[in-house]
């Protein structure tokens, strides 16, 4: 399995980025993917995850309403759509995967099987 997140970048408050990840290798459809960002001196903390079962979506408090994680199940790749950026966004964001799981919840706060190399998102004016 492998993992390619990319569309991190400079951008002011206010404003907006599309991540993107690709996915390749998984051979059924019991896993979660998901956003995970970690910022200076902070612990990575799971952003936002969603079931490749049945589609079924988790985010953390903080960021429902600004980020909106989706598939293409066509292109195998996960996005997130993050709007109305702020400061405190600013971080090193990461796709991963997780084996046997269907409950995005869960499935993001279980130990990830799979990551991808992490993608720059900063915020500032």
């Known amino acids: 399995v492998q993992l390619q997140a990319s569309g991190g970048g400079l951008v002011q408050p206010g404003g907006s980025l599309r991540l993107s990840c690709a996915a390749s290798?998984?051979?059924?459809?019991?896993?979660?993917m998901g956003w995970f960002r970690e910022a200076p001196g902070k612990e990575r903390e799971g952003v936002s995850c969603i079931s490749r079962l049945d589609g079924s979506i988790y985010y953390v408090g903080y960021v429902k309403g600004r980020f909106t994680i989706s598939t293409d199940n066509a292109k195998n790749t996960m996005y997130l759509q993050m709007n109305d950026l702020k400061p405190g966004d600013t971080a090193t964001y990461y796709c991963?995967?997780?084996?046997?799981?269907?409950?995005?919840?869960?499935?993001?706060?279980?130990?990830?099987?799979?990551w991808g190399k992490g993608t720059q998102v900063t915020v500032s004016s």
């Open positions: 290798g998984f051979t059924s459809r019991d896993y979660v």
């Open positions: 991963a995967a997780v084996s046997g799981h269907t409950n995005p919840k869960i499935g993001c706060g279980a130990d990830m099987d799979y």
